[in-house]
């Protein structure tokens, strides 16, 4: 049975690419279940988790008009099987971000405005790559480096990655409150260069990769 979403969805839209982005309240979206809907999911997660993986199979549900239950490999990445769809999901706090796509694998981040991760900067960005975002995110150019690279990662699906040296945003672009983040990965396993579109739905920085890698 597919359930009818709620207003605990807060923003959806397509890409240019045609994937669609469903930004949702996992609480809200989750509150009119039973306890027995959820048990299906109770067995060996927290409730939080419970409630995640739930709220991502009613979003997936809806948008592809059918029942469904996402799948999720040894690392915890979520895939569909017998199905052309590809899709990523992000959460934080209570919110949860999804990128469902059937042209080619997606990624998806969102991080929540003011979170503090100056300790960390090193280990994931340099003040070159951040002069590149700090235009369109001022204070939150450091929060948006991480998510951008977040997306990356998801989307080369390699081990032993290290932000900084493997993972580059190399400039931007200015879009229609969107900005394109150009990036490249040198990865010993591979080279190849993608588009992060980041932007802002208060109070969250989201980024996305809805295409496939550039030539």
């Known amino acids: 049975m597919i359930k009818q979403l709620n207003n605990g969805i807060l923003h959806r839209f397509k890409t240019p690419e045609h994937a669609d982005v469903v930004i949702a309240d996992i609480t809200v979206v989750t509150s009119a279940l039973s ?5 299906f999911y109770e067995s060996g997660h927290s409730h939080e988790r419970c409630l995640q993986m739930t709220c991502a199979d009613i979003i997936i549900s809806e948008a592809l008009g059918h029942a469904i239950r996402i799948q999720r490999d040894a690392k915890g990445a ?10 990523s999901i992000s959460h934080t706090s209570n919110f949860m971000a999804m990128i469902i796509s059937d042209r080619g694998r997606v990624a998806i981040d969102i ?3 003011g979170r503090n991760i100056e300790r960390v900067k090193h280990r994931f960005t340099t003040d070159t790559e951040l002069g590149h975002l700090k235009h369109f995110f001022a204070s939150e150019a450091l929060l948006a480096s991480w998510s951008v690279k977040e997306c990356l990662f ?3 699906k390699k081990s032993g990655v290290l932000f900084t040296d493997h993972l580059k945003i190399d400039g931007s672009e200015d879009g229609d409150k969107v900005l394109r983040v150009n990036c490249s990965v ?3 396993a591979m080279k190849a260069d993608y588009t992060v ?3 802002i739905f208060e109070p969250l920085i989201l980024s996305y990769i809805d295409a496939t890698p550039h030539a």
């Open 111 to 113: 991080e929540v405005k």
């Open 35 to 39: 306890a027995d809907e959820l048990n």
């Open 154 to 156: 998801k989307i080369i």
């Open 186 to 188: 040198e990865h010993p």
């Open 78 to 87: 979520p895939y569909l099987t017998n199905s052309p769809f590809f899709l």
């Open 197 to 199: 579109n980041s932007c």
